[in-house]
């Protein structure tokens, strides 16, 4: 019996194989988007994932206006910050800050998906998200993505 056959490979920095994705966010839900982009950014869908590495792909967002909220959540969804004053917390809607910043909705829906520790905040360093359908990676030649085949 062959024993190097069933070895365990755990991925490192210089093992990893990571690629440049683009998704399109025209006409998405704003959650359903956001999980599967975690995934893609955590790399979970390749044979070589480890839970510890950064495994996961570039990912580039475009089209980050166009996402839609299902329900009434475009009015009754609030997003809370704090100034670090008392008395200074600040509640949003969703309407407000999408006519104010539609690629902020997007960011934080994703961050939130993503580990709260130093991978989580490596791993949000290889999104990009814009409005509109251009962006500036078009030399790393990004591969376009269909959300909906991806489980």
């Not at 998405?28 to 893609?40: I, W």
């Not at 950064?54 to 704090?82: F, M, P, S």
């Not at 100034?83 to 539609?102: D, H, I, L, V």
């Not at 030399?139 to 993505?145: G, L, S």
Request: with cysteine.
């Amino acid at each position: 019996m062959n024993t190097l056959s069933y070895k365990t490979v755990s991925a490192n920095k210089a093992t990893v194989n990571k690629e440049w994705v683009l998704v399109d966010a025209a006409d998405q839900v704003l959650g359903r988007l956001a999980t599967k982009v975690a995934v893609l950014l955590r790399g979970k869908l390749k044979p070589n994932y480890t839970p510890h590495v950064d495994c996961g792909d570039n990912v580039i967002i475009i089209n980050a206006e166009k996402i839609t909220l299902t329900g009434n959540k475009w009015d009754q969804k609030e997003y809370v910050r704090h100034t670090g004053y008392p008395g200074g917390q600040r509640f949003t809607s969703a309407k407000e800050m999408m006519r104010k910043k539609p690629t902020a909705m997007v960011e934080k829906a994703i961050k939130g998906m993503l580990p709260k520790n130093r991978l989580g905040s490596q791993l949000f360093r290889n999104l990009w998200v814009y409005e509109g359908d251009t962006h500036p990676h078009e030399a790393q030649t990004p591969k376009v993505i269909n959300l909906n085949s991806i489980k």
